[in-house]
């Protein structure tokens, strides 16, 4: 994944997370990586490695406090900032979905699918909102938890948001 300003970029593996920022520093981590996100302003990365999610600040390379998110034993594959930095949706290998507040740590909103797997999922540039695709159905929740809306399109398997939020 690279940063938003392309001086930095994040690869992580099975085994290992490399953060390679250009012209200036390396890091190694000897951590398995399932995903990882930059923040919007380059500062930190949030990552997932089947068992927890981290936030790793940029600055120091150092992941403390609030910072390493409780899951409540569930296995984060995927997380991702909203595009404000102040949530992370991750999503379990059990097709759950969990919000934290970046600022807290806390678990926001927490809920389960019908589905056997989530697809993808995607912020409104305004971070008000989550697009969730779980087999053929697309749904929408408020960064707050609250279910908005639901569409049923065969074959569906990624999903985005129009650059106004609209769509």
């Known amino acids: 994944d690279l940063s ?3 001086n930095a970029i994040a690869v992580g593996t099975a085994n290992r997370l490399e953060i390679k ?5 390396e890091q190694s981590r000897p951590d398995g990586v399932t995903s990882l996100d930059w923040s919007d302003d380059g500062s930190q990365i949030v990552i997932s490695n089947g068992r927890s999610v981290s936030i790793l600040d940029i600055e120091d390379y150092s992941i403390n ?8 034993g569930v296995q ?9 930095s102040s949530h992370i949706i991750g999503v379990t290998v059990n097709a759950e979905l969990v919000v934290w ?11 389960s699918t019908d589905a056997s797997a989530i697809n993808d ?19 929408i929740y ?5 279910w908005i809306a639901q569409a049923t399109i065969d074959g569906v398997t990624s999903v985005d948001w129009s650059s106004d939020g609209e769509f």
């Open 21 to 25: 920022v250009f012209d200036s520093i």
């Open 121 to 139: 999922v995607a912020w409104s540039s305004d971070s008000t909102y989550i697009a969730v695709v779980a087999e053929a159905d697309i749904s």
């Open 76 to 84: 984060v594959i995927n997380a991702l900032f909203s595009p404000d």
């Open 65 to 72: 406090g609030t910072t390493d998110l409780d899951a409540d």
């Open 101 to 111: 507040s970046v600022e807290s740590g806390e678990i926001v909103w927490q809920t």
């Open 4 to 6: 938003a300003d392309s």
């Open 142 to 146: 408020g960064v707050d938890g609250a």
